[in-house]
């Protein structure tokens, strides 16, 4: 969540940039033409050729307000290539500006009235498109008066108006409805062309969010997935397919020369070949993938492939096939339970009967025996079915250790030297299913006491609770003295239904691993580490303090 939360930042700002951009693009064009304007204004109150056209009254003042304009213009177009300057004030100042020269033109000059109203129209337009509304209200009211104003100044000390003066005032009144309906017209169409920018920015925000999160999904999926064009170049892949092509080098985009096998894959699914998805070997460390392949588009020629890891295919399978088993086991569990309970009901009370002969005793013996183990058996299939969700809490696990041996040696009646336990003095924190821990602990100590003994030799089990370094974490160890688990081995005795013993089950260790993975612990045969067996339990590490102390039994 962080990583995306870090993009949609990132978009907003981007987001914000491109508008604030585009903004002051237009900001700029504006006062490009009001440079434009200013060298109008100067060329035609200074320019020869046009002297005669245009009635200057105070020829200095107005010569002198064009200059001005004009160097104030390119004032005004400088600052606009800066960012760091608020683009309402430039805007305000900038009208401002148009409209004083422009008042002040008019009030000194006769012959340019409608050149100079038809610039500043202009003016009015471009400031109501880049202003809020109350700025814009202020000077489109402000831009109205002026024609009018101007005109009663220039009637100002005359005796008659004729014709000529009521069409003057007639054409002011209209510059100044048409500055009003100017200004509120493209402020109007600013404001609808800022919502439809936003719009616009905000979808595609929204749409470079949903990439990126494409991309991420893509990326993170545990299956290899490449996309490659008609050609057979690699036009992207995310890293489980990186990692099962054997990591190649970031230069390498023709799949041909990564994985000539899987080419020649692609070629025979384009080709219609029912062969195309079977199992294939990358040749990089045994990888043995399943390929699947489907078709982008018709037009471009990409075809999109997806590389399943045959082990993890499998492992999926047989952890379904453990849970559909296990759910069939456990309903003919609890219809075998009851018969046999009565037959070992009925076997005890034969075997309490004194008239008994010592050979019928001993068959009524091995009766209850095999109940016993067939018992033992439905357990560790109702187990399966019936686990329950772990409820972890801070456990102390030298304390634990000694008392579960204590317990386990009283319950059955062993002796001190075939279980003991090794714990230091001090504490040890671990986060762990009180319960659920006592299970696998239980099963792996059984297995040490029936199966860690030498030929005729008594068993000899050891518990340990340990931390593995000094900032490592704790650790639960069963080691026995017995011959251990052979090499060939290693890599089965966690799979369920494996047993090397004619008595036994293979469910106890394939339950021990799934309670510890329950608790977010592992279960791990240590090769080597004693003479004999050694399991190792790993668990997650508590928060509270870890106290060292020294190992005593």
Known sequence: MAVIDESDDELGQQEDRSGDQAM??????????????????????????????????????????????????????????????????????????DLCVAALI?????????????????????????????????????????????????????TSADSHAEHSLAEATMFSISYASVALLTHLLGRQMREQAQLVAQRGADLASLSQLNELIIRRMRIGVLVVDAA???????????????????????????????????????QGSISATE???????????????????????????????????????????VSSLGRLSASIAHEVRNPL??????????GESPDLHSTDKRLTEIILSHCQRMNGIIENVLSLSRREVSRPEQLELMQW?????????AAHMLDVAQLRAESGTGRLYAIVDPAQLHQAVTVLVQNALDYGRQPGQPPTVTLIARQAGEFGPPLIEVTDAGPGIPAAQHASIFEPFFTTHEHGTGLGLYIARQLCEANQASLEYVAGATSGACFRITLARSRALTQSGGMGS
Not at 234 to 243: D, F, I, K, S, Y
Request: charged residues 15%; aromatic residues 10%.
């Open 24 to 97: 002051h693009r237009e900001l700029y064009f504006f006062a490009l033409f009001r440079l434009l304007e200013g060298s109008m204004l100067v060329f035609m109150l200074l320019g020869p050729s046009v002297l005669g056209t245009v009635e200057l009254a105070w020829p200095m003042l107005a010569r002198g307000a064009a200059m001005v304009y004009l160097v104030v213009g390119l004032a005004l177009l400088i600052v606009a290539t800066q960012t760091r300057w608020s683009m309402t004030w430039q805007v305000a100042m900038g009208l401002l500006l």
């Open 106 to 158: 008019l009030r000194t000059s006769s012959g340019a009235d409608t050149a100079i109203s038809m610039l500043l129209l202009v003016n009015v337009g471009a400031a109501a498109l880049l202003l809020p509304w109350r700025p814009t209200a202020m000077f489109a009211s402000l831009s109205a008066a002026l024609p009018v104003a101007g005109y009663f100044l220039q009637q100002f000390g005359r």
């Open 232 to 270: 057979g170049g690699l036009q992207l892949n995310n890293e489980a397919a990186w990692n099962l092509l054997g990591q190649p080098s970031p230069s390498l985009r023709d799949l041909n020369t990564l994985s000539p096998a899987l080419m020649e894959r692609l070629q025979q699914w384009l």
């Open 279 to 321: 199992p294939l070997d990358l040749g990089y460390d045994n990888t043995e993938v399943l390929p699947r392949f489907a078709r982008l588009h018709q037009g471009d020629g990409l075809v999109l492939i997806f590389l399943d890891d045959a082990a993890l295919v499998s492992r999926r399978a047989e952890a379904l096939t």
């Open 341 to 350: 309970a009565a037959i070992s009901y009925a076997a005890q009370l034969l």
């Open 401 to 409: 250790v000694r008392q579960f041996v204590d317990e386990y040696k």
